[in-house]
T-cell receptor, first 114, second 114 residues
Framework: KQEVTQIPAALSVPEGENLVLNCSFT??????LQWFRQDPGKGLTSLLL?????REQTSGRLNASLDKSSGRSTLYIAASQPGDSATYLC?????????????FGKGTKLSVKP | SQTIHQWPATLVQPVGSPLSLECTVE??????LYWYRQAAGRGLQLLFY??????ISSEVPQNLSASRPQDRQFILSSKKLLLSDSGFYLC?????????????FGPGTRLLVL
């Protein structure tokens, strides 16, 4: 059974810092790995999706990496801003059936202080 | 502990056929319930949310509808499916009085309309 873990559960940093959020998964047989942002009252926003055959994806100040062999993904945020404050979720998508589909971690709550 | 179930896990339906996706939550009372869709290349989109039995709010106009016949049951329906309805459907729940509470997601249903 796939399990996704995110560390740390909460993180507070001053504005301008570069930071890394960690995600680990127990079953390497994934279809893709996704990172989401959750803002209060706005549901989820999809940030980056890494296919199982890829090693990283970049969007603006965000870079996500995937290492299937070690069961890890990281989300790197460069030059953090107060607007980056949100909960960040990673989710592993399996191949359906008993594996389930999208298995989420519990998230990392990020607070960027001005 | 709380759990959320969705079924079916995978569904292939012809265009014009009806749809019924079910979501149930265990271990909590009076949760807020949500339906999301993740279509190819579009990220995750909030479709409906419900704060109580019979109370449904629609975020995006479409040929889908939602119903909440019981406190912990949320159903997504369509009378006639379109090709564009294909995607990955996620149900989520949260507790508390507002929609800003952390949402917990089910494993999803993968729908393919042919």
């Amino acid at each position: 059974k796939q399990e996704v873990t995110q560390i740390p559960a909460a993180l507070s940093v001053p504005e301008g810092e570069n930071l890394v959020l960690n995600c680990s998964f127990t079953d390497s047989a994934i279809y893709n790995l996704q990172w989401f942002r959750q803002d209060p009252g706005k549901g989820l926003t999809s940030l980056l999706l890494i296919q199982s055959s890829q090693r990283e994806q970049t969007s603006g100040r965000l870079n996500a990496s995937l290492d299937k062999s070690s069961g890890r993904s990281t989300l790197y945020i460069a030059a953090s801003q107060p607007g980056d404050s949100a909960t960040y979720l990673c989710a592993a998508m399996g191949y359906g059936g008993s594996q389930g589909n999208l298995i989420f971690g519990k998230g990392t709550k990020l607070s960027v202080k001005p | 502990s709380q759990t959320i179930h969705q079924w079916p896990a995978t569904l292939v339906q012809p265009v014009g056929s009806p749809l019924s996706l079910e979501c149930t939550v265990e271990g909590t009372s009076n949760p807020n319930l949500y339906w999301y869709r993740q279509a190819a290349g579009r990220g995750l989109q909030l479709l409906f949310y419900s704060v109580g039995i019979g109370q449904i709010s629609s975020e995006v106009p479409q040929n889908l509808s939602a119903s909440r016949p019981q406190d912990r049951q949320f159903i997504l329906s369509s009378k006639k499916l379109l090709l564009s309805d294909s995607g990955f459907y996620l149900c989520a729940w949260s507790e508390g009085q507002g929609l800003e509470e952390t949402q917990y997601f089910g494993p999803g249903t993968r729908l393919l309309v042919l």
